[in-house]
Structure formats: structure tokens, C-alpha cells
């Protein structure tokens, strides 16, 4: 059993399936759509609508038409569609941050099997206490434990992102904006790596012992 892989199985009753809510499930796949919307905005915008690369072709293809652009115009246009873009990111910023408040307030009112804390509570006492099915809680352990440091990164990621959509409410703290803004890009890569862990463990888990877990994320288990 890789530790990166998700379980079917239901640490306390270790026989039957576990369930996901569908609020769970509806937050899961809402909050995949955003993140890889998100994500695919930084892209287009570090590659196709790169401002550097961008401008000069801009110039060369205007001046092709018989335009007369300078180079100060070509840069202009090519900064108006990278911030086209850089809008769009933080529309699917404002929805992480609205989903992200959902997950934390949905977490108070999960049934108690569901809850994420509850669920490393649980791990933690049957591996260290109890010492029973100490391979399965030691797992689920693990697995929990990267889920929580996931939701810690998207609330890391939530505030550096508000931070910079509202900086000009925050004029005392201009020093600190390129600080902010790496640490923005830096949790961003964090996730990527979440992703691709999560991505792996489930292809994993679905070719071995819990074939049938991509499934159960969408009808309940």
C-alpha cells in the first residue's frame, strides 16, 4: 500500500466503504474546476501572453498590416491583454476564496465519520493508543495529514491573493508586496505538488485495493 494513496476502507469499521456527503463531494470537484482554471491562467500568461515576448511580436505583426507602432505602444497593448488575463485569475481567485469558506464551514456540520479533524483524531489514537489496525490508521494518518496541510496552503494562498487584489487598501503594507506576491507563487507550486501526489495516489489506488475510489467521489460511495 502506497502511503499516497487513498483507501476505500472505513478506519473505524474497517468492512464497509467510506461515505463522502454531497456537499463534500460538490466542494471537491468545484474546487478542482477553479484550481485548474487558475492555474491555467498563470500559465497562458508565463507563456502565450508573456509581455516581454508578446510586445515584439505584436509590433512585427501590426507593422505588417502597415500600422505604425512604436515600441512603447506594442508594450502597452501586449500589458492591456496580460491584465485581461490577470482578471480572469482573480475571478477564480474570489470563487477559491468563497469555496475555501464553504470547506470550513461545511466541515462544522459534516457527519462525524466525515470530518477531516475528526478523521486524523481517529488515525492518530488507533495507530499511537489503541494500536489497532495499525496499518490502516498509520495510512490514513499520512493521507489526512497532507489533506490538512493542503487546506493550509489554499488559506495561505486565499489571503496573498486578497492581499494583492485589494493592495490599494493596504497602503501602510506596500513594502511587503513583492514579499507577498512570492509567497503567493511559491504556495502555487506547493499545490501543483499536492496535485500531482493526489493525482498519482488515486490512479495507484484505483489499479490496486480500492479500485472504484474516482467513482465513489461522485455518486458517495
Known sequence: MAIIEPVKQDLQHPDQIKKYSFPLRLWHWLNAIVITGSLLTVLLNSTL????????FIKETLQKSGAAISDDQANSVAHDLSDKVWEIHTYFGYTLVALLV?????EFFQLSDQKLIRGIKNAYQQYFITKKQRELARHELVVKTI???????????????????????????????????????????????????????????????????ISDMINGG
Open 147 to 213: 489533506y490538512a496541510i493542503f487546506y493550509l496552503l489554499l488559506m495561505i494562498m486565499a489571503v496573498t491573493g486578497l492581499f494583492l487584489a485589494f493592495e490599494d487598501f493596504f497602503e501602510p503594507y506596500k513594502s511587503i508586496r513583492h514579499s507577498v506576491k512570492e509567497v503567493h507563487g511559491f504556495t502555487m507550486y506547493l499545490i501543483l505538488g499536492f496535485i500531482t501526489i493526489h493525482i498519482v495516489g488515486v490512479l495507484l489506488a484505483e489499479r490496486k485495493d480500492s479500485k472504484g475510489i
Open 102 to 106: 464553504f470547506r470550513l464551514i461545511l
Open 49 to 56: 501572453l508573456d509581455r516581454k515576448n508578446n510586445a515584439p
